[in-house]
Nanobody, 117 residues
Framework: QVQLVESGGGLVQNGGSLRLSCAAFGNIVPPYVMGWYRQTPGKQREMVAT???????NYAESVKGRFAVSRDYMQNVMYLQMNSLKSEDTAVYYCNARGPMMRSEVWGQGTAVTVSS
């Protein structure tokens, strides 16, 4: 079973940047969709950005133009570059992978991002 491990979270000032990483251990066989989600206390987990095996991307309206998802296929790592961060981006960010060739979708353990004003 694939395992996902996030890293790169931390404390950043309003307007700053962070890059999150999601290392995948194990093969994720196409077709698949990998994505970044985030959650704050008392709220449902929401999609931030997804990347499918065909290279297509999708972003939440709130992050369009500020965040970018990418993948290093050689290193088997997915990234989320976050620029122009706002206080409302504060959340725990989770990495996800799902696809018909996988027994079940997989989540990482999460990495916390705090944007201070």
């Amino acid at each position: 079973q694939v395992q996902l491990v996030e890293s790169g979270g931390g404390l950043v000032q309003n307007g700053g940047s962070l890059r999150l990483s999601c290392a995948a251990f194990g093969n994720i066989v196409p077709p698949y969709v990998m994505g970044w989600y985030r959650q704050t206390p008392g709220k449902q987990r929401e999609m931030v950005a997804t990347l499918n095996s065909g290279g297509g991307t999708n972003y939440a309206e709130s992050v369009k133009g500020r965040f970018a998802v990418s993948r290093d296929y050689m290193q088997n790592v997915m990234y989320l570059q976050m620029n122009s961060l706002k206080s409302e981006d504060t959340a725990v960010y989770y990495c996800n992978a799902r696809g018909p060739m996988m027994r079940s979708e997989v989540w990482g353990q999460g990495t916390a991002v705090t944007v201070s004003s």
